[in-house]
């Protein structure tokens, strides 16, 4: 499932699916399924996560925002859910933090792979304030010998190759890498020679009087390479018999290869990193450039890091930040109210928009900043009513708010409106009028007014809205603007009214059915055909009624065929009789083709050369056999009267038989029955062209 799911984001992504698919496929993947529990839906919501990463940024924008916002509230509150496994939990919080990051996706931590020795010694120098030379000995011991500036001089270095760890980490002669059980210490380490094991440490061999010998003798020795035999000082460390016994009985595993004993394992600290926690800030040396005179003895290389001696103290406590503390909610709140008392009683629009500038109220209070101008302005009189609504639409003007603070804001006085409404009885009509401007000055859209409305929520402000965008443009804009939001206008009403008479009445009472002028056709048509059936005064009451600029519009002639077609209909069968419907006497037959001549003149006004016209027209007399259950014969006697009298050309019967759509029923019922004829009149146009070539 979850490479499907795969493969469709990926088709999604590349626009070879429509957006509506791949709603309809988050919705299945999102919804509880009946007789299922929520730890069994592991892999939906997988696969959820996988669309959503894929084509989620795709489907987040304006227009799909609410469903955006739905589907994420929904997984929000899923990663909380104990039923879950923590995998699925994970990835759909993960996806919900990819979304709040704009669809940005998470990068891994770059510095995750190996680190070189390089690398080790820098961040040694940064973190623990030691300096750690390269592992080249001789160049190394020459340093440290000719700049003895950066180290007490009572230390004396030995001129061994450090051994061990110490060339892994390039650590100081005298110096350790640390202490506790698995350290192994070096000749150098400061530590070597205090294990208990050590006769030096116990005192059993060695200086008798028990004095402390100091590990690094000061004094000037001369050099001596460390190839120059074993009178070295560092070959000249023996060790007694007391070790060598202890040594036999101690365990492989501690015993070490090569030039390191067992007396050189110690498990006990340094001295030196014995500290209070005091101590360690001030032990934490600056970072400063070797000295230009140290520089040229290590042979042409790159400046080195080295160490202060007396580094600054370390300032304990931070300085006091002058910086003013932002205001709380309540604080805001208030401002907010005396903002909007001030405004209200000198007008001055300019002087509002600015103190709002200067509050620099943070974006989560800008919703709340609205709802409260709007609401202190409901029980105040008309003209207060409209200059709140001025000013709520500057700050949006001038990027102080956005549309989207303004819709939440207008929902939280929604919420409001039953207590609201104890006082303030006409509440809903001050919100349609703040709704209006704000559409009309395209802060907010139709769409985007119509959607928490929906199913009659609040109902009749949608109506009222619309209202008031009539007073304050006109029809004709409203009616474009309308029709551009496809606002599906049955949803809008409550349940029990959602159907096209109980809309017409309702609109009709609101003064606005203009905005579904076919509907009102496909009403009032059929009365005016029977009122007078010529073609002159047909003609001359859709040219007074009906705009022009539905004359080619698919709705309008399917509403005038199916107005002829039951016309045609009720005046040969007034009784609807099934048998003659079925089985027409041929006086009936002559009848039904004098009619469609009657309205021949009309039907072309309209049809002539429009293909695609012409198809809807077929579609028309599609649905209305389907209507009478496909009478045997009918669609076959029109389709020849179309053909013969030229309302529709042979193209369109084409056309028609190749077009494939659900939105018309019955066209498999209707290919059955005209699909010889259908035939026919394509090889019949065949051979015409055939005989023009000739």
Not at 225 to 240: A, E, I, L, R
Not at 538 to 559: A, E, Q, R
Request: proline share 6%; with cysteine.
């Amino acid at each position: 499932m979850l490479g499907n799911i795969k493969f469709i984001s990926e088709l999604g992504k590349l626009n070879l699916i429509h957006e509506s698919i791949l709603h309809k496929c988050i919705k299945t993947l999102l919804e509880k399924k009946k007789r299922v529990q929520l730890k069994d839906m592991g892999e939906d919501l997988e696969c959820l996560c996988q669309i959503m990463r894929t084509v989620g940024p795709k489907l987040d924008h304006e227009k799909a925002r609410s469903l955006m916002d739905q589907y994420f509230s929904r997984m929000q509150c899923l990663t909380n859910s104990k039923e879950l496994p923590a995998r699925i939990r994970f990835l759909l919080q993960n996806t919900v933090e990819q979304r709040a990051n704009h669809w940005a996706a998470r990068k891994a931590y770059s510095d995750n792979g190996p680190k070189t020795i390089n690398q080790v010694r820098q961040d040694a120098v940064k973190d623990l304030g030691c300096f750690f030379p390269p592992s080249n000995d001789g160049m190394r011991n020459e340093f440290f010998m000719e700049n003895s500036s950066f180290l007490p001089t009572r230390i004396k270095f030995d001129r061994e190759t450090l051994g061990g760890l110490a060339d892994m980490f390039g650590q100081m002669p005298g110096s350790g890498i640390g202490t506790g059980p698995g350290v192994i210490q070096d000749h150098y380490s400061p530590t070597m020679g205090r294990h208990r094991t050590n006769p030096l440490y116990n005192g059993h061999i060695g200086n008798s009087n028990g004095s402390h010998q100091p590990q690094f003798e000061g004094g000037n020795k001369p050099y001596i390479k460390p190839n120059q035999g074993q009178g070295s000082p560092v070959f000249n460390h023996k060790p007694t018999h007391a070790v060598q016994i202890q040594s036999k009985d101690m365990a492989p595993r501690f015993v070490k290869k090569g030039k390191v004993n067992a007396d050189e394992i110690s498990l006990r600290p340094a001295q030196s990193f014995i500290l209070s926690k005091k101590q360690i800030p001030k032990l934490q040396p600056q970072m400063t450039m070797i000295p230009s005179s140290a520089q040229g003895s290590i042979l042409g290389q790159s400046p080195q890091l080295g160490l202060k001696i007396n580094p600054p103290p370390i300032q304990e406590k931070p300085a006091k930040s002058t910086k003013k503390a932002p205001p709380t909610k309540e604080e805001l709140r208030k401002m907010t109210e005396t903002l909007v008392a001030d405004y209200l009683n000198n007008k001055n629009i300019d002087e509002a928009v600015n103190a709002v500038r200067e509050m620099k109220a943070p974006k989560h209070f800008l919703s709340e900043m609205l709802n409260m101008i709007v609401v202190y302005s409901l029980d105040r009189s008309d003209e207060d009513k409209e200059h709140a609504s001025t000013l709520v639409l500057a700050l949006c003007t001038e990027s102080l708010a956005t549309g989207e603070n303004l819709m939440q804001a207008f929902l939280s006085v929604l919420d409001q409106c039953p207590k609201i409404e104890e006082e303030v009885p006409l509440v809903k009509s001050y919100l349609a009028q703040f709704a209006a401007r704000a559409i009309i000055t395209d802060l907010v859209s139709i769409a985007d007014l119509a959607h928490p409305l929906e199913n009659g929520a609040h109902f009749p402000l949608f109506l009222l809205c619309l209202q008031q965008m009539v007073k304050l443009k006109d029809r004709e804009w409203l009616a474009d603007m309308f029709q551009l939001s496809k606002v599906n206008m049955q949803k809008m009403l409550p349940e029990i009214d959602q159907n096209k008479d109980r809309m017409l009445e309702i609109l009709d009472g609101k003064g606005l059915s203009f905005l579904f002028p076919l509907m009102k056709l496909e009403k009032e048509l059929l009365k005016q055909i029977k009122v007078d059936p010529s073609p002159q005064s047909i003609y001359k009451w859709i040219k007074d009624n009906i705009s022009p600029k539905l004359h080619t519009d698919k709705g309008f002639v399917n509403i005038l065929m199916t107005s002829f077609l039951q016309y045609i209909a009720y005046e040969i069968n007034p009784d609807d009789d099934e048998e003659q419907l079925s089985a027409p006497s041929k006086e009936q037959q002559d009848e039904e083709k004098q009619q469609l001549l009657a309205f021949k003149p009309v039907m072309q006004k309209f049809l002539h050369d429009h293909i695609e016209l012409q198809v809807g027209a077929l579609y028309a007399l599609q649905v209305h056999c389907n209507t009478k259950c496909f009478p045997k014969g009918m669609l076959l006697r029109y389709f020849v009267n179309f053909y013969d009298m030229e309302i529709i050309e042979e193209e369109a019967f084409l056309s028609w038989k190749e077009d494939v759509t659900q939105e018309y029923p019955g066209k498999g019922k209707a290919l059955f029955q005209v699909n010889q004829w259908l035939t026919w009149l394509e090889t019949a146009e065949e051979e015409e062209s055939e005989d023009e070539d000739y």
